[in-house]
């Protein structure tokens, strides 16, 4: 079965680092654009950066912009999201998904979700 998983998450301060880590088992990454989104208590699921099949990122929220990094080793078959820099409003629980298809999309084009990893940025 397809399945992706997170990693890399927890508590870190202020302009503090983290990097997150989605692997996948069951399938190859190659194929699959690969999105990470967060969702914030109280608040809607909002993508972060995606990353293609061959390695172009796509930003989604400006607030991360120079802060946040996508990448993915293929040999590993993961994809990470380096989070530095971080503000207490980047505390959310932070979701990969694999779209169905080689380039990036919306959530509503990802046919396989992560369980989430919480990163909480405490003040």
């Known amino acids: 079965q397809l399945q992706l998983v997170e990693s890399g998450g927890g508590l870190v301060q202020p302009g503090g680092s983290l990097r997150l880590s989605c692997a996948a088992s069951?399938?190859?990454?190659?194929?699959?654009?690969i999105g990470w989104f967060r969702q914030a208590p109280g608040k809607e699921r909002e993508g972060v950066l995606c990353i293609s099949s061959s390695g172009d990122s796509t930003n989604y929220a400006d607030s991360v912009k120079g802060r946040f990094t996508i990448s993915r080793d293929y040999a590993k078959n993961t994809v990470y999201l380096q989070m530095n820099s971080l503000k207490p409003e980047d505390t959310a629980v932070y979701y990969c998904g694999a779209h169905a298809h080689y380039y990036c999309s919306s959530s509503r084009g990802v046919e396989v979700w992560g369980q989430g990893t919480l990163v909480t940025v405490s003040s």
């Open positions: 069951g399938f190859s990454l190659d194929y699959y654009a």
